[in-house]
């Protein structure tokens, strides 16, 4: 079975300015300095396609990722569990996709998507779980990007 949630925000700040965040190596760094995920640490790579990261959230068993894509045109960014997670709990897969889209040339739109696919309907309850960090994201830039837009 195929699932997907997605959630978007709009972002006061511009496509490339918010990609710059997302695209790039500081986007692990603000997860953790915004309380998101506990820690995240690189296991091969330096935050380019390929790259496989180990991330831990409080109270759960570490899982990796991978970074499959990011495409700097489209500004689309996508990452599959490779290891642990929901992976151990029946996933056949699990991924994210961060899209930044521009709206005009001080604000776009932030979405993202989480995708899962498993055999056992009994299972889509436990994505329920990460729902939260999605919104936690999201706000995250959103308050970050508009205090950065106050101290200008």
Not at 6 to 23: F, G, K, P
Not at 35 to 43: A, L, M, N, T
Request: hydrophobic share 40%; with cysteine; net charge negative.
């Amino acid at each position: 079975m195929l699932g997907k949630f997605s959630e978007q925000a709009e972002i006061n700040a511009s496509a490339s300015e918010v990609w710059n965040l997302y695209s790039t190596i500081q986007f692990v760094k603000f997860l953790v300095e915004k309380h998101i995920v506990e820690k995240i640490e690189f296991i091969e790579g330096n935050g380019g396609i390929g790259s496989v990261l180990q991330v831990s959230f409080p109270g759960n068993a570490p899982y990796k990722e991978k970074f499959v894509s990011i495409d700097d045109e489209k500004r689309v960014k996508v990452i599959e569990m490779v290891e642990g997670g929901y992976l151990d709990l029946g996933f056949s897969f699990y991924g994210f996709k961060f899209e930044v889209v521009n709206k005009d040339e001080n604000s776009c739109i932030v979405k993202i998507t989480i995708g899962f696919e498993t055999k056992d309907a009994e299972n889509i309850h436990l994505t329920i779980g990460n729902i939260p960090a999605v919104f936690a994201i999201l706000k995250a830039t959103v308050e970050y990007f508009n205090e950065k837009n106050k101290q200008m």
